[in-house]
């Protein structure tokens, strides 16, 4: 099960909570802001939210993390690229903003615990304590950004693809580490080879299916 929440701060930006049904826990993707009202939705339906996964570390994508990690003591993960962009207000692009983000790696050891950082490579899966078969693989998607990736869960037929792609366009590449060829290469051979019924969600655009989508 897949609820959008959309999230107001500098800009608008979907975050998400993916929970499963039988256990009532589940991971928040992406918590761009409005960290209160997030934490709110998910205790009033008695969630337990066992961390947050990044799709890239853009200020619009992390600007709750700090707060909800703090909160529900939880990890984050990230790809290990996104740790330049978590710390760095340029790459991040929160120094355009006025109000600047920094978020240091507390920890790159691996171990999950409240507010460490977890660094992801290509192809690592998250698995839900309270339920091991529900599971997200990461798929590394770079071109929007560096640390771009898609959190792709298999059994739920859904895949949360953060600002690589969208229902009617694609992610920017004039932000620092933006690649336009290799922003196309990622959604060509590592998105649209998805099952065609795969539900897309993104941080900018209401859902669709990979079978709707073409380059």
């Given at each position: 099960?897949?609820r959008l929440i959309?999230?107001?701060?500098?800009?608008?930006?979907?975050?998400?909570?993916?929970?499963?049904?039988?256990?009532?826990?589940?991971?928040?993707?992406?918590?761009?802001?409005?960290a209160e009202?997030?934490?709110?939705?998910?205790d009033?339906?008695?969630?337990?939210?066992?961390?947050?996964?990044?799709?890239?570390g853009h200020f619009?994508?992390?600007?709750?993390?700090?707060?909800?990690?703090?909160h529900w003591?939880?990890?984050?993960?990230?790809?290990?690229?996104?740790?330049?962009?978590?710390?760095?207000?340029?790459y991040?692009l929160?120094?355009?903003?006025?109000?600047?983000?920094?978020?240091p790696?507390?920890?790159?050891?691996?171990?999950?615990?409240?507010g460490?950082?977890?660094?992801?490579?290509?192809?690592?899966v998250?698995?839900?304590k309270?339920?091991?078969?529900?599971?997200?693989?990461?798929?590394?998607?770079?071109g929007h950004?560096?640390?771009?990736?898609?959190?792709?869960?298999?059994?739920?037929?859904?895949?949360?693809?953060?600002d690589?792609?969208?229902?009617d366009?694609?992610g920017?590449?004039?932000?620092?580490?933006g690649d336009?060829?290799?922003?196309?290469?990622?959604?060509?051979?590592?998105?649209?080879?998805?099952?065609?019924?795969?539900?897309?969600?993104s941080?900018h655009?209401?859902?669709?299916?990979?079978g709707?989508r073409?380059?």
């Open positions: 099960m897949t959309p999230t107001y701060g500098f800009i608008q930006e979907n975050a998400y909570l993916h929970i499963d049904e039988n256990s009532g826990s589940g991971f928040l993707i992406d918590p761009g802001a409005d009202r997030i934490i709110q939705f998910a009033s339906h008695h969630w337990t939210i066992e961390a947050v996964l990044l799709t890239h619009d994508h992390i600007g709750a993390l700090s707060e909800i990690v703090a003591n939880i990890p984050y993960y990230i790809h290990r690229a996104g740790a330049l962009y978590l710390s760095n207000s340029r991040n929160s120094v355009y903003t006025g109000q600047e983000i920094s978020i790696i507390v920890s790159t050891d691996n171990k999950p615990s409240s460490n950082a977890m660094l992801l490579d290509d192809g690592d998250i698995r839900l309270a339920n091991p078969e529900f599971a997200l693989r990461l798929i590394h998607t770079p950004t560096e640390d771009s990736s898609v959190f792709y869960n298999p059994g739920e037929q859904c895949a949360f693809v953060g690589t792609i969208f229902k366009g694609i920017a590449t004039h932000f620092p580490g336009t060829a290799t922003l196309y290469r990622s959604i060509q051979d590592k998105v649209l080879t998805l099952p065609a019924d795969t539900v897309l969600y941080g655009s209401a859902p669709f299916t990979v709707e073409s380059l």
